[in-house]
């Protein structure tokens, strides 16, 4: 077989590689390979109105072939290491790609070893998350199955993918068991690991307004350590005291970990937990200089999200760019979003930095007010915004 070698070689072509590969042809790159071996490509966001049952899978599911862009060269297969001093990968298959610059992007994965029982609980017809795509499916027909009992929802913050959207399968359940007429006999518990709703204060607060609403009891602080499938209950603690919570439907958004070959290539640092280390700032790994990261995998320190992508992307090309020609870097402000539904109607937009300050892209409405408009925006406007805007690199 043999080695290649490219100006650009992109790890992952999910958002955050389909994005930059795009955009780096765009702006004249001639030699840009891109490593993905999935042949279908996913919206994830529309994930959670599949979970909702707003959405079905096929809305959401691509030909990977359709979204590689023209003139990239793809190789259908999956890197199992990178050697950074070389920026060099190497594929499951053999080869070896050799590169000017290499950017990491292969996303998260869920990590169902930090909840014992997780995994198992979730192939009961009790237990699901929206966190992968066959479960998001189920995650609808155990929540529109229920008519009685209690319904909790978990969601963790060990970097859960723009985790705030782990409350639209909620706010879309409690929304039609209050239609149908079943509320009042279920009881909604929200147990969170993190303290907040949402980074942004003012999302923080409507979400809670719209949870009481809908009689849903919010908890903060409370991490699950561990599901029993057989008793249907789970394992929390919060501020150290253990309790047992039992569950007639139990909806998760789960931990996430890096692919384990990002620590053991040397990509990671102490304090990443194995995540890929970069100047949240530029990018640029800390200390390959060739080597670049952004999506749900690098330390970005900012909610991973789609939307954060609309600005990393740029950030990545130009400050390729810049290295090459000892330009001044340019930087990304940790900007993100938390677009949450509050019920089947409406739904509102964070825009926020990484301390949470809010970074809106229009001032004028107030996005985080929650819209019928916004609801229909993100629901269907945005999957084309997503396959003909951002996926073809019109990001600036
Ligand atoms: C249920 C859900 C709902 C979401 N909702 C929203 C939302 O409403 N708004 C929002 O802004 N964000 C949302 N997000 C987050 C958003 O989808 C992610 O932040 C975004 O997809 C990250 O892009 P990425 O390219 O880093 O990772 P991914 O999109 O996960 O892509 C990673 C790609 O890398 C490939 N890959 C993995 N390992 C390898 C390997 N070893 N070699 C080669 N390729 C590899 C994978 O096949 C995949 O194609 C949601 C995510 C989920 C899961």
Redesign the pocket.
């Known amino acids: 077989m043999t080695d290649q070698h490219h100006d650009v070689v992109v ?9 930059l590969a795009a955009r780096l042809v765009r702006d004249g790159c001639r030699d840009v390979a891109l ?4 042949e279908t ?8 109105y599949v ?1 909702g049952g707003m959405a079905r899978l096929e809305d959401l599911r691509r030909p ?1 072939g359709d979204v590689v862009p023209e003139g990239v060269r793809w190789y259908r ?4 290491a990178v050697d950074p001093e070389r920026s060099a990968v190497r ?2 298959g053999g080869e070896e790609l050799t590169c000017a610059d290499l950017a990491v ?5 869920v990590d169902w070893d930090a909840i014992p029982g997780s995994r198992a609980a979730t192939t009961t017809p009790h237990a699901a ?4 795509p066959d479960q ?1 499916v189920r995650t609808w027909s155990m929540l529109a199955g229920l008519r009685e009992g209690r319904a909790v929802f978990a969601i963790a913050d060990r970097h859960v ?2 985790a705030p ?2 409350l ?1 399968p909620l706010f879309l359940a409690a929304d039609h068991w209050r239609r149908t007429g079943v509320l009042d006999r279920i009881g909604v518990d929200l147990l969170l690991e993190g303290d907040a709703l949402a980074p942004q204060e003012q999302a923080d607060r409507l979400l809670r307004e719209a949870a009481a609403g809908l009689g849903v009891r919010v908890r903060t602080g409370v991490r699950l350590e561990s599901v029993d499938p057989g008793a249907r209950t789970l394992r929390t603690t919060a501020g150290g005291a253990p309790e047992d919570v039992p569950y007639d439907a139990l909806y998760l958004a789960p931990p996430h970990r890096a ?1 384990s ?1 990002v620590a053991a290539s040397g990509l990671a640092s102490d304090d990443s937990e194995g995540f890929l280390a970069v100047d949240p700032t530029t990018l640029q790994h800390v200390r390959h200089p060739r080597v670049w990261g ?5 330390t970005v320190d900012a909610l ?6 609309r600005k990393q992307v740029p950030v990545v090309a130009d400050n390729i760019r810049a290295r090459r020609t000892g330009r001044p870097m340019r930087r990304y402000s940790g900007y ?4 949450v539904t509050t019920s089947r109607r409406h739904l509102l937009l964070g825009e926020f930095d990484r301390a949470g300050r809010p970074e809106p892209t229009l001032r004028v409405p107030d996005l985080v007010r929650p819209r019928r408009s916004l609801l229909l925006f ?1 629901r269907y406007l ?1 999957p084309q915004v997503y396959w003909h805007r951002l996926l073809k690199g019109k990001v600036s």
């Open positions: 790890v992952g072509g999910g958002n955050a590689g389909i994005s490593v993905d071996p999935n490509h996913h919206y994830r966001p529309l994930l959670s979970a990977q297969d999956r890197v199992v594929l499951a992007c292969p996303g998260s994965e998350t929206s966190y992968l998001a993918p723009c959207v782990g639209k692919p070959w952004l999506g749900d995998v690098a991973p999200s789609g939307g954060a992508l993100s979003v938390a677009p993100d945005e």
